[in-house]
């Protein structure tokens, strides 16, 4: 199978520049699965709801599905994208699966970070696998990382592949991703994005490196910094499967349940 990540800048409110710039970088991609950044299509500092409205759509109907149907479509790959989801009056940060076959999974992003608090709804939809062609999907959205629970339950699920789509400005998630391959002995691709974002007296730098890691926590694929860059590399969805870390050592089935606070 082969997969990856597209890395670059979005605009802040600019939707048609966002979605003409992944429309360019996604052409003849030759992938199975591709991983964009968190809000993806819309930029990520607002204030308030107001801004977000404009560029806000409903998860499987409208404009935003539409054109992720069609790409998928065409380049015959299945795109993991974060957006903008808006559901009567409520406002989600959202990841959509989309298959070739216009299919749209959604999950709704459980960890919010900082003013996301008082501009979103906690997700909703719980950590949900899907299948696609012989691989099991797991989704999850940037913050989401600091809490090892987001990835293991995943896992628990039949997750081969983490698809992790991000706006990251910490600076630890991408050495902490390999830590969720080795504790889960699964695939993750953070999608990150790039660049500085301004609005009003706010303002974020974001930090790329997004990556692709191995069930054994190597590295297959990183970008730097600061490059727009689709990178995709091939697996085997399989090896995400054996579970063994030494031949008497499951990272699953040996856990002490009965001495973990929950």
């Not at 935003?64 to 149907?69: G, K, P, T, V």
């Not at 979103?120 to 299948?131: A, I, L, P, S």
């Not at 789509?165 to 050495?175: R, T």
Request: glycine share 6%; hydrophobic share 40%; net charge neutral.
């Amino acid at each position: 199978m082969k997969v990856g990540f597209l890395q670059f800048a979005p605009k802040l409110f600019h939707e048609r520049h966002n979605l003409e710039k992944i429309n360019i970088m996604l052409k003849g991609c030759k992938a199975d699965v591709i991983v964009l950044p968190e809000l993806a299509t819309s930029g990520y500092l607002f204030t308030n709801q107001k801004e977000m409205k404009p560029v806000s759509a409903p998860a499987k109907s409208g404009r935003i599905a539409d054109f992720f149907r069609n790409i998928t479509a065409k380049e015959n790959c299945a795109i993991v994208v974060g957006f903008l989801e808006k559901e009567n009056d409520n406002f989600y940060n959202s990841q959509m699966l989309v298959f070739p076959n216009g299919r749209i999974e959604i999950y709704r992003k459980i960890h919010l970070f900082l003013d996301e608090k008082r501009l979103y709804q906690v997700g909703d939809t719980g950590f949900n696998v899907f299948e696609f062609r012989g691989a099991k999907l797991g989704l999850m959205i940037c913050f989401d990382w600091i809490f090892p629970e987001s990835a293991r339950t995943l896992a628990l699920r039949g997750a081969d592949i983490i698809c992790h789509s991000a706006n990251l400005v910490l600076p630890f998630c991408q050495k902490a991703m390999i830590t969720r391959s080795l504790e889960n002995r699964v695939f993750t691709i953070t999608a990150n994005r790039i660049g500085t974002e301004k609005n009003e007296t706010q303002e974020f730098t974001f930090t790329g490196i997004s990556q692709i890691t191995s069930p054994k926590g190597d590295i297959l694929a990183q970008a730097t910094e600061d490059e727009e860059i689709l990178k995709i590399v091939e697996i085997n969805p399989t090896d995400a499967q054996n579970k063994f870390v030494t031949e008497t050592n499951h990272v699953l089935n040996d856990r002490r349940r009965e001495f973990y606070e929950i």
